[in-house]
């Protein structure tokens, strides 16, 4: 396990607003099927895939979600050299 980040696709909140449709007059609250409404994902190697997008939209949890990134990817490259002994 390399911890968890807050989610940012619904920045923490579980739920996430959207658009109810196209002319943006109502908004919907629907479940963050990210996160599973938990507010918080784990960092596997699919977010990290994903950070592709995180790193287009700016949210307050940047700092805590590179930090724990960066850990992760060192941890990633400490097993695989391992391996390779
Ligand atoms: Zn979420």
Same mark, same amino acid.
């Given at each position: 396990? *390399?911890?968890?980040?807050?989610?940012?696709?619904?920045n923490? #909140?579980?739920?996430?607003?959207?658009?109810?449709?196209?002319?943006?007059?109502?908004? %919907?609250?629907?479940?963050?099927?990210?996160?599973? #409404? $938990?507010?918080?994902? @784990?960092?596997?190697?699919?977010?990290?895939? &994903?950070?592709? *997008?995180?790193?287009?939209?700016? %949210?307050? $949890?940047? @700092? %805590?979600? /590179? &930090? #724990?990134?960066?850990? *992760?990817? /060192?941890?990633?490259? &400490?097993?695989? &050299?391992?391996? #390779?002994?």
């Open positions: 396990m *390399f911890g968890k980040v807050i989610c940012y696709k619904c923490g #909140n579980g739920y996430r607003s959207i658009w109810k449709d196209t002319s943006e007059t109502e908004k %919907v609250t629907i479940d963050c099927k990210y996160c599973s #409404n $938990q507010g918080e994902i @784990d960092i596997t190697e699919d977010v990290i895939k &994903d950070l592709e *997008f995180f790193k287009k939209t700016p %949210v307050s $949890q940047h @700092d %805590v979600l /590179a &930090d #724990n990134v960066k850990k *992760f990817l /060192a941890e990633k490259k &400490d097993s695989e &050299d391992k391996k #390779n002994d």
